[in-house]
């Protein structure tokens, strides 16, 4: 696995080696010894889910204030753009925020860190999406921004789009409203 790193450093972009062949591919998506060595990063995963949406779907921004997550991120089928917003007051990147292209063809992983809001736009026709957490998901400390908040201005590859919410989602706050960690 070879760890790249990105603007914010704590979230980390991965890239596992790939075997394949004629007959397809082999590899190693997760190994807890290899990631605590390469990422610095003691990970307890709890808990693993696995989302399917279409085109034009985004989820997020999504984050627990309490039993916060930390989440190992990625795609299993098409294409997601991915992104993690820094949440923790004391962070020199404090509401700052990322985006990687997370593909089944790219087969990249993406790090989140607890302390940061997670979300991501479907750029294919569909997408599955898996990812790991390190504490159990607690409907009543979820909290959501609102995905084109101002403040943050994240720069979703919408290409003039209008993306597809849950009702939650549309019900945002605005960061500046929202609660954060220390």
């Not at 190992?72 to 949440?87: E, H, Q």
């Not at 957490?133 to 959501?144: F, L, S, V």
């Amino acid at each position: 696995m070879k760890v790249l790193g990105t603007a914010i450093p704590e979230v980390l972009l991965l890239e596992p080696r790939v075997f394949g062949d004629s007959r397809g591919f082999f590899m190693e998506s997760y190994n807890r010894r290899t990631f605590a060595e390469l990422t610095g990063v003691n990970a307890d995963f709890v808990q693993d889910n696995h989302s399917r949406s279409a085109k034009g779907v985004l989820r997020g921004l999504h984050y627990q204030i309490r039993q916060p997550q930390g989440k190992l991120v990625r795609v299993v089928s098409g294409a997601v753009f991915d992104v993690a917003v820094d949440l923790r007051r004391s962070s020199p990147t404090f509401g700052r925020w990322v985006g990687e292209v997370l593909s089944a063809e790219n087969q990249r992983q993406l790090w989140v860190p607890a302390g940061f809001a997670h979300g991501f736009l479907v750029l294919s026709e569909t997408a599955e999406f898996l990812y790991k957490t390190t504490d159990y998901y607690a409907p009543e400390h979820e909290r959501c921004i609102a995905w084109n908040d101002p403040k943050l201005n994240v720069v979703w590859p919408l290409e003039g789009a209008v993306p597809s919410l849950s009702a939650k989602d549309a019900q945002g706050l605005s960061f500046r409203d929202a609660e954060f960690f220390d």
